[in-house]
């Protein structure tokens, strides 16, 4: 078949208007005739995802067409009074079979206990669920579409990881796996196989869902004591991490236009959601780091460190942010050492605080100079930048919690200095400015040294 785009019309209660030829002959193969519902099922589900949330949406699709299936690449653009189709592709295949006996035996097996089915193509979104699903109160047609984790989500396991997300990924098969059901927040067990398709390859998952005894989320034991806002407080990264971390994954794949060309106005859209999405993550882990580090029982590490080979480490992780920004940072040179005592972790993240903090606040062209030195009982690392400087009398506010200079400027929570002069402290060190209007900035990280 033609290469070329053919055209339809899809009103808005989900008629076929308008076809071109090869779009309304598909159409009829599948039952269907213009002005009646649109009858493949496939670009059925895309209008109305497209109607719904009234962008562009384009996507393969795989669809029946008699004892075929057709490949075919179809963009969804909503306009006042439907939607209008553009089907290009049109690649006819062999329909997938299982590629040995056993195999069909097994999914029987699968399905044979189940209280409902569900499948869904390679990219993880749903393309059948069981009509008996709706005996547990969930809408089958309203969710072909959709990706799989609109239908459930996986409970996590005692240490509140979701181990069914990486056999997900790995496209690899899972059995009696404990999940809620959005819709209701029932328990179900999930059981899937991957489909291959004829050349071997992942085409998706066959699964059957059972009704399963409620199973609450793990939680950890809580230490003696403990107060309601401690662990409210311990709980935080577990409980804000995940669903930020989808909705940073989700916006990048929609400013990347992975599943094809949108308008770019949404994709600029995406690129603000990300970007929030990241200064919100951001302020989770200062959260977590604020309520660690005022725990009574905090300690730091001491471990032999460099704090030249941290403070170059520091440098390139911002490398990329800085050339964003047209700012140069001169690193530690590669001979350069400055033994210490610290965590290591804990440091890094103090002197990519420092860094980050100079490379927003230089101006474009800027520079920004890491560099260290040592006597017999201290090791130092300094970062200086050519910003507008500090006034003397904020010198020691920046250090306080949630406290900016100008709330006005982009930057953080106010929270990053203050942990990094209280990790600093609790390494037996300590964390200094040195600045004036106008001269920039010279930040002074101090350690205990040690011998090299």
Known sequence: MSEAAVHGFVDRDGRLMEADGPLEELNARAGGAIGQPFAVPQIAVLARLAQRLGITVSRHVLAADGPDDVELWVRADPVDSGVRLAVSGWRVKAPWTPPIDSARRERDLLLRDADWSWETDATLHLTAIGAEAAQ???????????????????????????????????????????????????????????????????????????????VAAPVPAEPAGETLTEAFEGRLQRALQLPLGRIIANADSINAQTDGPIRQDYVEYAADIASAGRHLMALVDDLVDLQAIERPDF???AEPIDLADLGRRAAGLLSVRAAERNVRIDR?????????????????QILVNLIGNAVRYSPEGGMVWVRTHRDRQTAVIIVADQGKGIAAEDQEHIFEKFERVDPSEPGGSGLGLYIARRLARAMGGDLTVDSAPGEGARFMLSLPGRSS
């Open 136 to 214: 547990y109160g969930i809408e089958p047609n309203g969710l072909l579409g959709e990706p799989l984790d609109a239908l459930m989500t996986p409970i996590p396991d005692e240490h509140g990881a979701m181990p069914l997300f990486a056999v997900l990924l790995a496209h690899g098969p899972f059995n009696d796996q404990p999940a809620t059901v959005r819709a209701t927040g029932a328990t179900v067990m999930l059981s899937a196989r991957p489909r291959l398709d004829g050349a071997g390859k992942f085409a998706g998952y066959v699964g059957a869902a059972r009704r399963g005894a409620a």
């Open 299 to 301: 300690a730091a590490a």
């Open 332 to 348: 530690p040179q590669d001979g350069d050492a400055a033994p210490a005592i610290g965590e290591f972790k804990r440091v890094l």
